[in-house]
């Protein structure tokens, strides 16, 4: 039987529209193309996965409503098992209004969650048995913390590794820390969680060690176009990126964070699993989109050889 991911986290409609540049607040620009589609960290973690080459489970939550149809019938194509999407009456299917700037293909995101911040323990204790069976769990910090946390210590007191990509990122207790075995913030989210600044691969190299000493024992820092630096009890160094034209990075977080799963899952070493990884953002920047822009694993091995 293949191994089992299990993705722990949001599922957002995204609506996008693409311009000359980001405006400034009160400005009104003229841009150039509107796209919407499936988003959400989560659900682009579990897309980048499946599409890579796991089983994937999502546990999520979405409203009665037609961005939550759409949902189901794209987690139908992808085959992405979805027995855990909890349904919410009371609140919409979250969504993201997403701007990019077509020049730097640089974004600017701003999420309302929706159904995605009221899971509720009843939730929880259903998606129990889900977690509990798995090889891996991933999950990040787009829906409620308590119930994050829930997943997260699940997963920890049944011996499921778990990945936490901390995005977007908010101080974390310690107890949270130690029940981690990979994290994997950005620059900006590594500096939020631990204090330090990452301005410097000297400073990066500190901030790291603040996550390694609260007790995870895997620590990797993504750089964008630098690549990501790596550091565990066998690595220190920086894995560098896969050079490519990019013409929108969002999702490339999610890309990395879903392949260095199926990486992992599929026994590779650190490194290995984060050359896997950068392979993945690589590709998911050269398309347009979020989840439709994830890499298959053909690709994928394509661009690594
Ligand atoms: O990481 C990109 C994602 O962030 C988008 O799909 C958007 O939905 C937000 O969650």
């Known amino acids: 039987m293949s191994k089992q991911l299990t993705v722990f986290g ?10 000359p540049y980001l405006p400034k607040p009160g400005e009104t620009l003229i841009g150039s193309k509107f796209t ?27 409203g009665k409503d037609p961005y939550g149809d759409l949902m189901l019938a794209f987690y139908k194509e992808e085959k992405i098992h979805s027995d855990y999407v909890f349904v919410d009456h009371d609140n919409p299917t979250g969504i993201a209004l997403i701007l990019v700037d077509e020049n730097t293909a ?48 699940t997963a920890h007191e049944n011996n499921v590794k778990v990945i936490l ?16 075995d ?18 410097t691969i000297t400073n990066i190299r500190k901030a790291a060690s603040w996550l390694y000493d609260k007790g995870v024992s895997n620590v990797i820092i993504t750089l964008g176009k630098e ?14 990126s896969f050079k490519v034209k990019a013409v929108d990075t969002t999702g490339a977080g999610d890309a990395f964070n879903g392949c260095l799963a199926v990486a992992l899952l599929e026994g590779k070493n650190l490194w290995q699993a984060a050359r896997f990884a950068n392979a ?26």
């Open 10 to 19: 949001s599922f957002f409609e995204d609506l996008c529209g693409r311009g």
């Open 36 to 62: 919407y589609g499936p988003g959400g960290k989560g659900s682009n973690q579990a897309v980048a996965a499946k599409r890579a080459g796991a089983d994937v489970t999502m546990i999520t939550k979405i």
């Open 106 to 153: 640089e974004n600017a995101i701003l999420v309302a969650p929706g159904a995605c911040h009221n899971i509720t323990p009843e939730d929880m204790e259903k998606a129990k048995e889900q977690i509990m069976k798995s090889d891996l769990l991933i999950t990040q910090l787009e829906v409620n913390m308590d119930a994050t946390f829930q997943a997260i210590k």
């Open 165 to 180: 990509n901390p995005a977007p990122a908010v101080k974390l207790s310690n107890d949270i820390y130690k029940m981690i």
């Open 182 to 199: 990979y994290i994997t913030p950005n620059e900006t989210e590594a500096e939020i969680l631990t204090g330090h600044k990452t301005d």
């Open 227 to 240: 690549g990501v630096y790596i550091r565990n009890n066998e690595f220190d160094e920086i894995v560098p």
């Open 280 to 305: 993945g953002a690589a590709l998911s920047v050269t398309k347009i989109g979020t989840a439709p822009s994830m890499a298959y694993r053909r690709q994928i091995d394509e661009l690594i050889e």
